[in-house]
């Protein structure tokens, strides 16, 4: 399983950006597809997932901002960010959980400045 983020790019304060990322290779029908964030010296925090089914779940500090989206046909994940803060800069990462097992695209940086 592949996935490949893009999207990412400098923005002000307020601002918005839009990432996506798509997944190929040995993928179920049956799967959860989100995107985790690492900031500089800090740990991995995870941002938002949806399943296969469309049900979808945010961290709180991006409820109200945030929209994850998904196209089954085509195995992408959107992630529409919008009234970006300063504290979003990080580094973003795509993944996909199939039949319990991750996988984890490379990364696409987000930097907001203030």
């Known amino acids: 399983v592949q996935l490949q983020a893009s999207g990412g790019g400098l923005v002000q304060a307020g601002g918005s950006l839009r990432l996506s990322c798509a997944a190929s290779?040995?993928?179920?029908?049956?799967?959860?597809m989100g995107w985790y964030r690492q900031a500089p010296g800090k740990q991995r925090e995870w941002v938002a997932i949806?399943?296969?089914?469309?049900?979808?779940n945010y961290a709180e500090s991006v409820k109200g901002r945030f929209t994850i989206s998904r196209d089954n046909a085509e195995n992408t994940v959107i992630l529409q960010m919008n009234s970006l803060k300063p504290e979003d800069t990080a580094v973003y990462y795509c993944?996909?959980?199939?039949?319990?097992?991750?996988?984890w695209g490379q990364g696409t940086q987000v930097t907001v400045s203030s």
């Open positions: 993944g996909i959980r199939i039949r319990g097992k991750e996988y």
């Open positions: 290779g040995d993928i179920s029908i049956t799967n959860v």
């Open positions: 949806i399943t296969s089914g469309g049900t979808t």
